[in-house]
């Protein structure tokens, strides 16, 4: 079944304890992408990848890190995370992850989200 | 810069009418489509795209959305709502104009509730 994963689902941590929130996809996209979705503000991109060993950031990448050594797994890492990152994340991923038209028209898949608490 | 707007919070809709959840959009060139669903504790899952050709586009569940260049909208529409469409509903656009990379920029999300 082609799905993107994220683990875990849910996550409570405390100021400052460093944190990775795993993605992976099975569809061979060259596209992913983590988004975080707060309350009246829709989904902001944090970060995205258009291939392996090509980052760029999103819209609200502070306090964000990502890497990208294989197609199939995009990491989100909280180096140190604060109250304000408390949220609910989600990872997708797109077929075709250069520029052009052509490559803009696909869907994006998304994973199932994490719950994130910060305290 | 790019932007999505959803008007309304939160439509409300008996099962059996129609529904319609309202898009407006901004970009400089033009526009590629999107509408997304989310039912509770899920990810968003993909309904339907506007890319070119037919202004009224069909999708999953019954849904359809129609493109309108002159009034930048891609409203989102269902002749009869189900109790089960009760979900948030995100449209999202991507710019065309330029070469290089075109992010996806979702709106503020609108949650569909259809009462019994």
């Known amino acids: 079944e082609a799905q993107v994963t994220q683990n875990p689902r849910y996550l409570i941590t405390v100021t400052g304890k460093k944190l990775t929130v795993t993605c992976s996809q099975n569809m061979n996209h060259e596209y992913m992408s983590w988004y975080r979705q707060d309350p009246g503000l829709g989904l902001r991109q944090i970060y995205y990848s258009m291939n392996v060993e090509v980052t760029d950031k999103g819209d609200v990448p502070e306090g964000y890190k990502v890497s990208r050594k294989e197609k199939r797994n995009f990491p989100l890492i909280l180096e140190s995370p604060s109250p304000n990152q408390t949220s609910l994340y989600f990872c997708a991923s797109q077929e075709g992850g250069g520029p052009g038209p052509t490559r803009r028209a696909y869907e994006q898949y998304f994973g199932p989200g994490t719950r994130l608490t910060v305290t | 810069a790019q932007s999505v707007a959803q008007p309304e919070d939160q439509v409300n809709v008996a099962e059996g009418n129609p529904l319609t959840v309202k898009c407006t959009y901004s970009?400089?060139?033009?526009?590629?489509l999107f509408w997304y669903v989310q039912y509770p504790n899920r990810g968003l899952q993909f309904l339907l795209k506007?890319?070119?050709?037919?202004?009224l586009v069909k999708g999953s569940y019954g849904f359809e959305a129609e493109f309108n260049k002159s009034q930048t909208s891609f409203h989102l529409k269902k002749p009869s709502a189900l109790v089960s469409d009760s979900a948030l509903y995100f449209c999202a656009v991507r710019d065309t104009s330029n070469s290089g990379y075109s992010t996806l920029t979702f709106g503020k999300g609108t949650m569909l509730l259809v009462s019994p």
């Open positions: 970009v400089s060139g033009n526009p590629y």
């Open positions: 506007y890319i070119t050709g037919d202004n």
